[in-house]
């Protein structure tokens, strides 16, 4: 679709937001949103017609692009058959999906709690996790996000917790393994994840472990900086869990259906959780929906005995029938093998190069479509390039960052002191090429706040 140029709609739409739109994690008087007129495949476009490149795949959700026809055609369809029905009952839309999902979620995952996103999906992993065992406390890294709803925004580990954080949700924070910002002074992957494990035995001895209902991990850190772990920590970490009858969730919900180059990210470590939480890409994001995959042992305890909690929308006709059409869609077109080749061939490699250039990069992460430059002031020192949480004048070197690369047409995710390189997972190796030569030109710019 060719955008067409339509400034007075756009300034209605953008009258209207700033009127009535309540946005989240923002100060309402300081934002400017961007009024958005259209977006389709890899790309979205404004009311004056100009187009970006999204490489923020929206939320880090829209895994195959906007509009796919299928999803969209099979949305419509589902609507003209059966637009909404109670959860309590079985429908076609959701039974397909359920039955697709635990097709793709590793081990014995069979069983599948729908919500209606990642937040509520977190929520319900830890109510089954403390019913299931009877212990009241939760265990979760500092560098995590589990979404903003009460028990998951105490569980997230960065400072968006803060305001809500009353001390009394049981929750447990403890330090994840991170070679480049190592809390543990290892020199290698190896030493980083034999001292990661030790630290956290260590802090389940001291919490007391007949105390902790779950220890729950993104398998792959999103938002935090998309810090894959080294060889052997998930695997120790159940075996930890195994010991002390702790049960292991592994959330998902940004790093499933095709974004590492695997259908979930828990397929590249090989380890099966008990619980596992995902939304985001299940659908593309398509219809809000999120949902919990159940293990054998833990679906057991409630066999005979009512599980405590539901959702009005659980399993809505029109998300289900969205994830049906793009997990069969990803499989058609081999989305999940294309995003695990241009990750391999394309992304890391660019990313690698670019960091050899720019001395504001300090590493290079990721698999798939799923990647994050770690960017500096001092490569020697590692000084972030601005400091943590930082936010006005102290995030300048980044907001410069950002504003060069949306001048240049395309649209970052930006978090703190990284930049992720997350498109959508069907994007063509062209548009992808287009949007690491913009990168390119925007971390010149922060190499002007380089030391």
Request: aromatic share 10%.
């Amino acid at each position: 679709m060719t955008p067409q140029p339509r400034p007075q709609a756009g300034a209605a739409v953008k009258a209207a937001d700033r009127a009535h739109v309540f946005h989240s994690w923002s100060a309402q008087e300081l934002i400017d949103p961007l009024a958005v007129a259209g977006a389709e495949g890899s790309y979205f476009w404004d009311y004056e017609g100009k187009r970006y490149l999204d490489f923020a795949s929206g939320l880090v959700y829209t895994n195959i692009g906007y509009q796919h026809p299928k999803v969209v055609a099979a949305i419509q369809e589902q609507a003209a058959r059966m637009t909404t029905f109670a959860p309590a009952f079985a429908i076609e839309a959701r039974s397909e999906a359920a039955r697709l999902i635990a097709e793709r979620t590793p081990g014995d995952l069979d069983k599948i709690f729908f919500t209606n996103a990642g937040a509520d999906a977190v929520e319900h992993a830890v109510r089954m996790a403390r019913l299931h065992t009877g212990r009241p406390k939760v265990l979760s890294a500092y560098r995590s996000y589990h979404g903003g709803t009460q028990q998951a925004i105490n569980l997230t580990g960065d400072p968006r917790r803060w305001a809500s954080d009353s001390g009394t949700a049981g929750a447990v924070h403890f330090w994840a393994p991170f070679l480049y910002r190592s809390r543990f002074y290892a020199e290698t992957e190896e030493q980083e994840c034999a001292r990661a494990l030790e630290h956290l035995e260590t802090t389940i001895a001291f919490e007391g472990p007949g105390t902790i209902a779950a220890i729950i991990l993104e398998t792959i850190p999103g938002t935090a900086g998309i810090m894959t772990p080294p060889a052997g920590y998930l695997a120790g970490v159940r075996e930890i869990c195994d010991k002390y009858g702790i049960v292991f969730v592994l959330d998902e919900v940004m790093a499933g259906f095709g974004r590492t180059g695997t259908w979930f990210a828990a397929d590249l470590y090989d380890v099966v959780p008990d619980l596992m939480t995902f939304a985001k890409g299940v659908n593309s994001g398509y219809v809000p929906l999120g949902g919990v995959a159940i293990s054998a042992r833990i679906a057991e305890t409630f066999a005979e005995r009512p599980y405590p909690g539901g959702l009005t929308y659980s399993g809505h006709p029109l998300a289900c029938a969205a994830a049906v059409a793009t997990i069969n869609v990803m499989a058609e077109e081999g989305i999940v093998e294309h995003a695990a080749r241009l990750g391999a061939d394309v992304v890391g490699p660019a990313l690698r190069e670019l960091a050899e250039r720019h001395p504001s990069v300090g590493e290079v992460r990721g698999t798939g479509m799923f990647w994050a430059l770690e960017l500096v002031r001092n490569r020697e020192t590692r000084e972030p390039l601005v400091p943590y949480n930082a936010a006005g004048q102290a995030a300048t070197p980044m907001s410069a960052f950002a504003a060069s690369a949306k001048a240049h047409g395309v649209w970052p995710f930006v978090n703190m002191n990284r930049t992720h390189v997350v498109p959508p997972c069907n994007i063509s190796e062209a548009e992808l090429k287009e949007g690491l030569a913009v990168l390119d030109t925007a971390l010149s710019v922060a190499d002007e706040y380089t030391e």
